[in-house]
């Protein structure tokens, strides 16, 4: 059997969905008498709700029910967070709204039209509060707090201090530092949020179909607040969902809140969002404010960093928050070996969407500060940014490589794939390039990126955010646990069962690679079901899509599963043939004996032996072929008394690099060339992950350039709809270079390690190097995001008239 690992395997999934024969959401079958929602959403950023009239809403001839907040909060407890600041969470206002777009009411009628009907004649009075939107302002002594029981707006606040970091600062040539504000922009899949809630009485169960990829953890939260076991809560996830780009983890919040509805209205019910209410009100990324100094020899070598960083969470911090602020703690140091740290974070609130996962969520924050930070370096020390990374990268021989927060890179060669990058893009032929450009009056720039692409998340990270002190008084967290199930039915064919509910990465396909090279069998016969029910499936709390964790820890899990299959499949045959199991070799579907290769046994007999003929197996043996496999790392270890965390199993490596053209008319960016480099370990579908570099890049482009939920200062959302609220498409997107190398990751068996979110994470701080390379000359900084060509046409016209000032955005 020829080897399928690896292989450029077209994706299983595609024949259905093209041929529109997928299975989403919508797509599912109802339970008899099944309603529908609509949700009324509050137009005001903050304010007391004084009174809600329902009255002409019930009237309507097909409404079953209007629930407000008072009504669902009987059968609710708050959410519980994972900070020690007693916020209180509901999926719906109780007594008080604090963003635009909050649930304040929710109508249930025969019909999508009815509700919404129904929703335009509920009366809600308000006693308007002052609002806070800005991150510093959230702060101030007198800003506006959002809830009282906390006593201000801080949700978070944690200090970290490792190595020498004083003696750093003390010791350094040079202390280089700015202020970087990362703006607050979401994901934007074609399939929105979608959930059918059945509340069963005979049971006091709800089942629950959703597309919510997790983490599962959340399944533990959602049974909390409904104050019920947690084998009451039933969730089915459908094999197919319409895109997420992490976003379809802040479902939750809708599944309770539908999930109590049903309950109260007597009746299935069923929601499908629509795009203003995703875009208002469903999640996002935080937007962060970070003041970072470098530590700095006059060789451009960085010594040590100190970064405040202010994640703004929004109106509520809820799971699985801070996880914008710690997913990345690990690796705060990126791809540089810089011993020395000090990090002072803080999660605030604001009258903003509450936040949570999207596409490398942590990173695209992190990344943007850190590799601005060091091409400043090599600005203000006349450096070529080339040389300063390549200064401060870590050495092939000092991997696995321990971070100075605790951190373990498995494996890595970050020159060679820096070195790549470089001359994949002719960088000493662009600056002279770049020369003549100039002279012409051009404005020409190449930016520079390196990053860490964390995967894998361990569960323990998120607990950064207490203290020692605190942990101490719980459990301790770790892990990183993933499930999959493998079976073999009497005539030899496989089923598979996986927990990471893709959308859309091809989980099914390179599950099939796996289990068909595992046990020599061709992929037809595999069959991989990829729906989750938390009542039948194998899971684990860590199971979910996200955190790029299915090739470091599903394919792992489903690596093992198939393998304990083999092994059973090896016990019977070798019964059978009355040799050891170790004389044999499985090849093209049949055990042979190694030192007889005409002696055999095929392994469709041995599987129909399991289910037929059970008197027939070794002695001890349990019939049938059924094994689950439960994944995780060693190295996922809770965090210790000093704040050391690895907060993820494996870390992949990016360089970028990216030429760009500036129109001094009009300040439209023009991508010329997009070179990245990639190294996530063994490449277990090639095919499938240039797919996935592609998606992460078109996101990190838009974050870059186009994509920002803007509030005013009054707390309205001003980018509601696509008018407003632009996204990258195809003619957007430039021309792309993608290459790989590949070291092996000693953590996980086939070698892989996660890859698809790191452009999301890089390409906003590449493009924003570029930018600001080609500015250089203008004495422009640029410190946000996204370069949107009213903003650079602004920076060139101040920065004509402030020739020897610089100018920032």
Request: glycine letters at 8%; charged letters at 20%.
């Amino acid at each position: 059997m020829n080897k399928v690992i690896g292989k450029a395997i077209t994706r299983v999934e595609d024949m259905r969905l093209l041929t529109g024969q997928g299975k989403y959401i919508d797509d599912i079958g109802t339970p008899a008498q099944t309603f529908q929602a609509a949700i009324l959403r509050s137009s005001s950023p903050h304010a007391k709700i004084v009174s809600i009239d329902t009255t002409e809403a019930e009237r309507i001839a097909g409404v079953k029910a209007v629930i407000t907040g008072e009504q669902v909060k009987e059968y609710l407890e708050p959410f519980s967070v994972g900070v020690s600041a007693p916020v209180h969470y509901y999926p719906i206002a109780i007594d008080k709204v604090r963003y635009v777009g909050e649930p304040v009411a929710v109508v249930i009628a025969k019909s999508r039209y009815l509700a919404e009907d129904a929703m335009e004649l509920i009366k809600v009075k308000y006693e308007s509060l002052p609002p806070v939107v800005d991150i510093e302002g959230s702060l101030e002594k007198d800003a506006p707090v959002l809830h009282e029981n906390v006593g201000s707006n801080i949700a978070n606040h944690r200090t970290f201090y490792y190595g020498k970091v004083d003696q750093a600062f003390e010791e350094a040539d040079t202390i280089i530092k700015h202020k970087y504000l990362f703006p607050k922009y979401t994901a934007t899949p074609v399939e929105t949020y979608g959930i059918i809630a059945h509340y069963e009485s005979s049971e006091n169960q709800y089942t629950v179909h959703a597309n919510f990829h997790g983490p599962f953890v959340i399944q533990a939260i959602m049974a909390q607040a409904l104050k019920i076991p947690s084998n009451k809560l039933r969730i089915i996830v459908p094999k197919d969902i319409g895109g997420s780009y992490g976003i379809k983890a802040g479902t939750f919040p809708y599944m309770v809140l539908l999930s109590v509805a049903s309950r109260i209205a007597g009746c299935p019910v069923k929601w499908i969002e629509d795009r203003q209410e995703h875009l208002s009100a469903s999640s996002s990324g935080t937007d962060r404010v970070t003041y970072i100094e470098a530590a700095v020899k006059n060789n451009g070598k960085v010594t040590g960093l100190r970064m405040k960083m202010i994640d703004n969470v929004g109106a509520y911090i809820r799971a699985p928050e801070p996880a914008c602020l710690y997913r990345t703690h690990a690796n705060s140091t990126g791809a540089y070996d810089i011993p020395n740290l000090h990090i002072d974070a803080y999660a605030i609130m604001t009258n903003k969407l509450p936040t949570g996962l999207i596409r490398g969520y942590g990173g695209q924050e992190l990344y943007f500060p850190l590799e601005r930070i060091m091409q400043k370096v090599a600005f203000e020390l006349n450096l070529d940014p080339a040389d300063v990374i390549r200064r401060n990268l870590i050495q092939k021989e000092q991997f696995p490589y321990k971070t100075a927060s605790g951190g373990l890179y498995d494996s890595g060669d970050y020159i060679k794939g820096f070195e790549l990058a470089l001359e994949t893009g002719k960088y000493g032929e662009f600056r002279k390039k770049q020369e003549e450009a100039r002279k012409n009056g051009k404005i020409f720039g190449v930016g520079l990126a390196c990053i860490v692409e964390p995967s894998g998340s361990n569960m323990g990270y998120i607990t950064v955010a207490l203290t020692p002190e605190e942990r101490a008084k719980s459990l301790p967290k770790s892990g990183c646990s993933e499930a999959a199930t493998v079976s073999m039915d009497p005539m030899g064919s496989v089923n598979v069962r996986i927990s990471t509910t893709p959308s859309g990465q091809g989980h099914e396909t390179v599950a099939a690679q796996i289990v068909s090279e595992v046990l020599s069998i061709p992929t037809d016969k595999i069959k991989v079901v990829a729906e989750l029910d938390t009542s039948t499936s194998a899971w684990s709390i860590a199971s979910g899509s996200y955190s790029s964790r299915f090739a470091s820890l599903g394919s792992s899990a489903v690596f093992y599963a198939a393998h304990k299959v083999k092994e059973k499949l090896i016990k019977i045959a070798s019964h059978q043939l009355n040799v050891n199991p170790d004389e044999l070799e499985l090849r093209d579907g049949a055990f042979y004996v190694k030192a007889d290769p005409a002696k055999k046994y095929a392994l469709k007999r041995a599987a129909g032996s399991a289910h037929w003929n059970p008197l027939s197996l070794p002695e001890g043996m349990e019939p049938g072929i059924y094994e689950t496999y439960y994944y995780s790392v060693k190295a996922a270890e809770p965090p210790d008394e000093n704040d050391l965390i690895n907060s993820s199993v494996t870390y992949g490596f990016v360089a970028d690099l990216v030429t760009v053209e500036i129109d001094p008319e009009t300040g439209e960016v023009n991508i010329l060339d997009y070179i990245t480099i990639h190294d996530a370990g063994k490449l277990l579908n090639p095919l499938i992950v240039d797919g996935q570099i592609f998606g992460g890049l078109a996101h990190g482009l838009g974050g870059a350039l186009f994509e920002e939920l803007v509030y005013d200062n009054k707390g309205q959302l001003l980018t509601g709809s696509f008018m407003d609220y632009l996204c990258p498409t195809a003619p957007e997107i430039p021309n792309v270079t993608i290459k790989h190398i590949e070291t092996p990751s000693p953590m996980t068996p086939l070698g892989a390690k996660g890859l698809g979110e790191g452009n999301t994470m890089s390409a906003p701080v590449a493009v924003a190097n570029a930018v600001s390379d080609a500015l250089s000359p203008y004495n422009v900084a640029i410190d946000t995001l996204p370069l949107s060509p009213n903003r650079i046409w602004t920076l060139l016209n101040q920065a004509k008239k402030n020739k020897h000032k610089e100018v920032t955005i």
